[in-house]
């Protein structure tokens, strides 16, 4: 276990920025976690458990408590069960399964930056699939109970871009995952994204050749700057800043009453539900691909990712993030919400 004082976090992010922690400590193993969080705990200060950083913002005055940094490793593979270690780096861990193993049900989360341990958290997904349709299992430290617990799926409580362990912050901290893949021969999971079936020229609900899909997804991402390339301010982000809106109906006759509005992209949603494109509201609201002038900026491929362009602050950032907001909630009605966490600053 490495522990390191008033260490900078920003290189340790996506978005590479941030103030530092008054302490981060670096755990290899799920002991070495464990310890970790059992010392913060009793010593009664603050704790952030740090993956991929590809999910997070940490305020300019950084982090006055521990930082734990997971680095744990383990790629386990049962048949079509997969245990993942949740330091390992979730994009690697696709990769192996899908075109070493030839397994399907996670290959439409290529690229997708992070770790294993965090794709539960989020309720990772992308193009028509999440990480909720093939975890089984997550092993965690309870931090209430102080022990160990093994969580099936039904317990993790997953939604969109949510779970058990997202509305309880400070009481999981995530060790393990495991998924119920599928050998397909050769063939992905049905298409559910329109975009892939006309990449692929195929109607939603049919299958792909498995690694074409990984490929064609990869491609997608790359062409809208999700894929981390250190040499590319436009995936110096967060990826999504904000999530896609889910209208109640009463919400969505609202906002269909807006001028501009007959076009919006709608999918049916649980409990009468419509879910509409955040990415597409910012556009029509007036930011565009690459808007700002300033050390932050939106990317220049793609509208729902905020970039830092090499010397941003976080306050840089979230002033972009609230005038975006402001501006599609006085064009629309709508209320964007951010996707990733917030470290000592709110929106």
């Not at 490495?2 to 900078?8: G, I, R, S, T």
């Not at 419509?274 to 220049?300: C, E, M, N, Q, V």
Request: some cysteine.
């Amino acid at each position: 276990m490495l522990v390191e004082n008033d260490a900078p976090l920003a290189p340790l992010t996506t978005l590479r920025l941030g103030g530092p922690a008054r302490r981060l400590v670096t755990a290899h193993t799920d002991d070495e976690v464990i310890a970790a969080v059992r010392e913060a705990d009793a010593a009664g200060e603050p704790l952030l458990v740090l993956g991929g950083g590809s999910n997070l913002v940490i305020g300019d005055a950084g982090f006055p408590g521990t930082a734990l940094r997971i680095a744990t490793t383990g790629f386990a593979l049962d048949g079509t069960v997969l245990e993942l270690a949740a330091g390992e780096v979730w994009s690697e861990a696709v990769t192996r399964a899908v075109c070493e193993h030839g397994l399907a049900g996670i290959e439409f989360l290529a690229g997708i930056p992070g770790s294993a341990g965090a794709t539960p958290v989020q309720n990772v997904g992308a193009y028509g699939q999440e990480v909720a349709q093939t975890v089984t299992e997550v092993v965690a430290y309870d931090r209430a109970a102080g022990e160990v617990v093994t969580l099936t799926n039904a317990e993790c409580a997953f939604s969109y871009r949510h779970s058990r362990f997202k509305a309880e912050p400070d009481r999981y901290v995530v060790l393990r995952v495991r998924f119920a893949l599928a050998d397909r021969a050769g063939l992905s999971t049905p298409v559910k994204y329109a975009e892939v079936a006309r990449h692929f020229g195929v109607e939603q609900g049919e299958p792909v050749p498995l690694v074409e899909a990984y490929e064609a997804v990869l491609a997608l991402r790359a062409g809208k700057g999700m894929v981390l390339d250190p040499a590319d301010h436009d995936t110096w982000s967060a990826g999504s800043f904000f999530t896609n809106p889910v209208l109640t109906a009463a919400q969505y006759e609202s906002f269909r009453t807006r001028p501009g509005t007959e076009n919006a992209p709608a999918y049916p949603a649980p409990e009468g539900c419509t879910k509409t494109s955040a990415a597409w509201l910012i556009d029509r609201a007036g930011f565009g691909k690459g808007y700002g002038d300033g050390p932050a900026t939106l990317s220049t491929k793609h509208t729902l990712a905020l970039t830092n362009r090499g010397a941003a602050t976080a306050e840089d950032l979230l002033a972009l993030a609230r005038e975006i907001r402001d501006g599609v909630r006085e064009a629309f009605g709508v209320e964007l919400v951010n996707e990733p966490v917030m470290v000592g600053v709110k929106l």
